[in-house]
């Protein structure tokens, strides 16, 4: 079966703490994944994708296949992170996304 | 470039209505596809499409119609509107696919209630 689990609703962390948002994923063969945000009243868009390897705002991703995780790491964490984030899997039909349950992050000051 | 257009952006509607969500894109995007987003439940595919002409069923396409006539647009139908689909919906689209350096774009959304 093809899953993506977001284990954690709410995240809550002050401005300049470490954040981890977890992502678990169910695959079988070379998964793609993705993080996407969405921004009070934005819509939704992409963050990063692991074939990427790249950080973007800060933030970064590593592909686990050992683990089967993908988790979204921040060093230091800024007020204007806080959002809603989806950590989405590309399935094996017809190129869709399964997308998580989505973490919303709220960073204090 | 407007990108991805969604109309309209909230709607309420009578249990049996039917209605069209209407969605546009205007960067040639072969992929097109329609999400639901619900409290809890992430975001769920209701149905997509390849391309002009081609569409096929997601993880929930029960109650919902599509049809792609034309590159640009990709109507959702509710056909007899339920309780169970107020939600907020998301049509997204992208170059060939969803995967590799495919990245979706994501329309604004709209918000239905059904009473």
């Known amino acids: 079966a093809q899953r993506v689990t977001q284990p954690e609703k709410l995240l809550s962390v002050f401005k300049g703490a470490p954040v981890e948002l977890k992502c678990n994923y169910s695959?079988?063969?070379?998964?793609?994944l993705f993080w996407y945000v969405q921004y009070s009243r934005q819509r939704l868009q992409l963050l990063l994708r692991?074939?990427s390897r790249e950080s973007i705002k800060g933030f970064t991703a590593d592909l686990n296949k050992g683990e089967t995780s993908f988790h979204l790491k921040k060093p230091f964490a800024q007020e204007e992170d806080s959002a809603m984030y989806y950590c989405?899997?590309?399935?094996?039909?017809?190129?869709?996304?399964?997308f998580g349950q989505g973490t919303e992050l709220s960073v204090k000051p | 470039n407007a990108g991805v257009t969604q109309t309209p952006k909230f709607q309420v509607l009578k249990t049996g209505q039917s209605m069209t969500l209407q969605c546009a894109q205007d960067?040639?995007?072969?992929?097109m596809s329609w999400y639901r987003q619900d409290p809890g439940m992430g975001l769920r595919l209701i149905h997509y499409?390849?391309?002009?002409?081609?569409?096929d069923q997601g993880e929930v396409p029960n109650g919902y119609n599509v049809s792609r006539s034309t590159t640009e647009d990709f109507p959702l139908r509710l056909l007899s509107a339920a309780p169970s689909q107020t939600s907020v919906y998301f049509c997204?689209?992208?170059?060939?696919?969803?995967?590799?350096?495919?990245?979706?774009?994501f329309g604004p959304g709209t918000r239905l209630t059904v009473l």
């Open positions: 692991h074939i």
């Open positions: 499409s390849v391309g002009a002409g081609i569409t």
């Open positions: 997204a689209s992208s170059f060939g696919g969803t995967g590799g350096y495919n990245e979706q774009f």
């Open positions: 695959y079988s063969g070379s998964p793609e």
């Open positions: 989405a899997l590309k399935g094996n039909q017809g190129g869709k996304l399964i």
């Open positions: 960067m040639n995007h072969e992929y």
